[in-house]
């Protein structure tokens, strides 16, 4: 076995042996204090309120997105271990292109309706900004996040239960004897 296999499996060992490398968001306590910003600004009920709960609710969107991302790259990685496989680490990578990543990906628990409330954000987002000064009313503006705000809501339950099915299929991993040191 060459060093680059050996060093793809000893990566590949750690992470699984250590649950504080599996998949999960880096800064969670700020992407909360977000979410309650959003929360905030949405019970604003003004034009600058509105759209700052839109861009956030798109942000945090973005970021279940990569987090799923992640969760499907590293569950095939296990799987198909001892194999190696890595993924490019795409940096910057736009909202629509993440979305078209996830869905190209592994199926896993609630995807399709996580892929349709996130491209509903998006979408909705896309229209809203691009289009403020076309609403005939700030009614319509309102309508539309309150929209926006449940879709998230609907986004978040269903990432939740997706992220917690993935987080079960690592500790099954983990429970396999192929990640002991004895074995490489």
Not at 53 to 79: G, N, P, V
Not at 153 to 182: K, M, P
């Amino acid at each position: 076995m060459g060093l680059k296999m050996l060093n793809y499996h000893h990566e590949i060992s750690e992470r699984i042996t250590n649950r504080a490398k599996w998949p999960n968001f880096e800064r969670s306590d700020f992407l909360i204090e977000l979410n309650a910003i959003a929360e905030d600004s949405f019970l604003h009920k003004t034009i600058d309120g509105y759209l700052g709960a839109l861009l956030i609710y798109h942000q945090l969107a973005e970021e279940i997105l990569k987090l799923l991302l992640e969760d499907s790259q590293f569950l095939i990685q296990l799987r198909v271990y001892p194999a190696p496989i890595r993924f490019p680490q795409r940096r910057r990578q736009m909202f629509g292109n993440l979305l078209d990543e996830l869905e190209s990906t592994l199926d896993f628990e609630l995807k399709p309706e996580i892929i349709e409330y996130a491209r509903g954000i998006n979408d909705r987002r896309i229209r809203l900004v691009h289009g403020l000064t076309r609403e005939s009313s700030t009614e319509n503006i309102d309508k539309d996040i309150r929209w926006v705000k449940s879709c998230f809501t609907l986004l978040f339950d269903c990432f939740s239960n997706a992220h917690h099915s993935f987080l079960q299929q690592f500790e099954a991993e983990q429970q396999r004897q192929i990640w002991s040191a004895e074995s490489h």
